[in-house]
């Protein structure tokens, strides 16, 4: 098993840290962001290793151990771009994260719909969970005789009230210049990365204003992205557990977790692993910021 996790996990690390950097344009996720301070930076990494610098502990860590993989997909298995229908993965992303899941269970938890996060890696083998946890495949060991997919949707009964938001937003924002609704199906994403700086704030402003009277929803902001989502105790840390609840892995003793992503919305999987003393969660960033994970500089 060192010998797997060691080829195809480094494999994986090398091209979410080299693959992802050579595509990427030089724009920021946050209109506040500058050059990163060289300094800080440094100061920084002592504080949150790198992981790729670090893979001697993590091996020596997950010997003997069953090692479980959880991902992001935004920025971690593909480049941030300026367009979401087109952050597509590399051929040679999809080799390495194939041969990981041929060694190890993997799940990928993104705040896409779980179709479109599909749609992207189109593999087989992995467990799919999209609108950040809310709607998770059921892995292949936990699905019927006939082998149905299936879904765990804990938020199932806010469709119907989802379906009437995305329907108000459309006509609200219609009108400003490069806004995207995307349907996440139990998260509405609104981009706004191709929206003049001037307009952002009024887009968001729009935005508040749909859900303001909605105390089911609420409002939480990403990479030039702000989402609505229902206001339930949810999110990938949750996700995290019941999938490892589903894959028989809940109480057991021997289990090491690797989740690996970029976005604010891996804190809660980080500060669940984290809590467990049981894993590594990696975050993928080339710039300081609050984190209980290790880092992956892209």
């Known amino acids: 098993m060192a010998k797997f996790l060691s080829r195809d ?17 030089p724009f920021y996720d946050d209109p506040d962001s500058m050059l990163p301070d060289v300094e800080a930076y440094a100061s920084w990494l002592l504080k949150h290793p790198s992981a790729l610098n670090s893979f001697d502990c993590i091996m020596k860590e997950a010997k003997g151990k069953k090692v479980v993989v959880f991902l992001d997909y935004d920025g971690t298995l593909s480049p941030i771009v300026e367009d979401p229908d087109k952050a597509f993965m590399s051929t040679e992303m999809r080799a390495a994260l194939r041969e990981v899941a041929k060694q190890f269970p993997t799940s990928i938890i993104s705040g896409r719909s779980r179709d479109k996060v599909k749609e992207f890696v189109q593999l087989n083998n992995v467990c799919y969970a999209g609108s950040h946890g809310l709607d998770i495949m059921q892995p292949p060991k936990s699905r019927d005789k006939k082998g149905n997919e299936g879904a765990f949707q804990p938020a199932k009964l806010f469709l119907p009230a989802i379906q009437e938001i995305s329907m108000e937003l459309e006509h609200k924002i219609r009108e400003t210049q490069g806004s995207k609704i995307e349907d996440n199906m139990f998260c509405i994403s609104v981009h706004y990365r191709q929206v003049p700086p001037q307009d952002q704030g009024n887009l ?4 508040k204003s749909v859900v303001e009277n909605r105390p089911e929803f609420r409002l939480t902001e990403g990479k030039m992205v702000i989402e609505v989502r229902p206001s339930i105790e949810w999110n990938k840390g949750d996700a995290l557990n019941y999938l490892l609840h589903t894959l ?51």
Do not use: C
């Open 204 to 207: 968001k402003e729009k935005v």
């Open 9 to 25: 996990i480094n494999l994986m690390e090398f091209q979410i840290s080299h693959s992802n950097k050579q595509k990427l344009k």
């Open 248 to 298: 028989g892995f809940s109480n057991a003793d021997d289990v090491l977790s690797l989740y690996i992503g970029d976005d604010q919305t891996e804190e809660d999987a980080f500060k669940v692993i984290a809590g467990k003393r049981e894993g590594f969660p990696i975050v993928v960033s080339s710039i300081p910021k609050e984190t209980k994970a290790w880092v992956n500089d892209r």
